[in-house]
């Protein structure tokens, strides 16, 4: 069974570009929550999207954005990129909005190095 | 708001020691617990979850966590750890109804030697 695939897996980007990273769930899975770990510290959440609604957003500047297409695959989006957006960003899925009721699955993550 | 703290950053321990990781959390409601487990070169995974009922809750591969509520802690225990359990370990929390936010405590790199 595939698991939760992330696109790209590395990139390098410059300051003040744009990246759209892109994540497709586990089949059957409707939730995708986004998630930026820098180096050294635990993942922080960045967006939760349930069928295709964004249902949480943590604290992060709008220059981070997020989508989820109807086949439930998502993107996340940085704009004018800074140094400190250097991270590994995760995607997970989960079948259901809660984690009440089941668990997250991640992605091996897409690590963004921005010069 | 919520937070996370886990008081070990690096541990080392010999194949058959016993292992606990401390995980202590804030948050002003009901919680539910996790601890995510990321082996080298591989993506994070669920070790184990607490959501109500008995706060002793066992996961895959031996591990085990107590709820303490009284503490607001979550604790990782195993008995005997094995090479295999070299990772890093997470403990993370949400609020009952918290969606999937969770909130990530920083890691503890745990290093098995032979």
């Known amino acids: 069974d595939a698991g939760v695939t992330q696109s790209p897996t590395h990139l390098i980007k410059t300051r003040g570009q744009h990246v759209t990273l892109r994540c497709s769930p586990i089949?059957?899975?409707?939730?995708v929550s986004w998630y930026q770990q820098v180096l050294g510290q635990g993942p922080q959440f960045i967006f939760q999207y349930y069928e295709k609604e964004e249902r949480g957003r943590g604290n992060f500047p709008d220059r981070f954005s997020a989508r989820q297409f109807p086949n439930y695959s998502s993107e996340l989006n940085v704009n004018a990129l800074l140094l400190g957006d250097s991270a590994l960003y995760l995607c997970?899925?989960?079948?259901?909005?809660?984690?009440?009721?089941?668990?997250?699955?991640f992605g091996e993550g897409s690590r963004l190095t921005v010069l | 708001a919520q937070s996370v703290s886990q008081h070990n950053h690096h541990v080392i321990l010999s194949e058959a020691a016993s292992l606990e990781l401390g995980c202590n959390y804030s948050?002003?409601?009901?919680?539910?617990l996790f601890w995510y487990v990321q082996y080298p070169g591989q993506h994070l995974q669920l070790l184990l979850k607490y959501f109500s009922g008995d706060p002793l809750v066992k996961g895959i591969k031996g591990f085990e966590a107590e709820f303490i509520k009284s503490k607001f802690s979550f604790n990782l225990r195993k008995p005997s750890v094995q090479w295999s359990d070299t990772a890093e370990y997470f403990c993370?929390?949400?609020?009952?109804?918290?969606?999937?936010?969770?909130?990530f405590g920083t890691g503890t790199q745990l290093k098995v030697e032979l």
């Open positions: 948050y002003g409601g009901t919680v539910n």
């Open positions: 997970a899925s989960s079948l259901v909005g809660t984690t009440n009721t089941g668990e997250l699955f």
């Open positions: 089949s059957g899975h409707k939730s």
């Open positions: 993370a929390v949400n609020g009952k109804g918290g969606g999937n936010k969770l909130t």
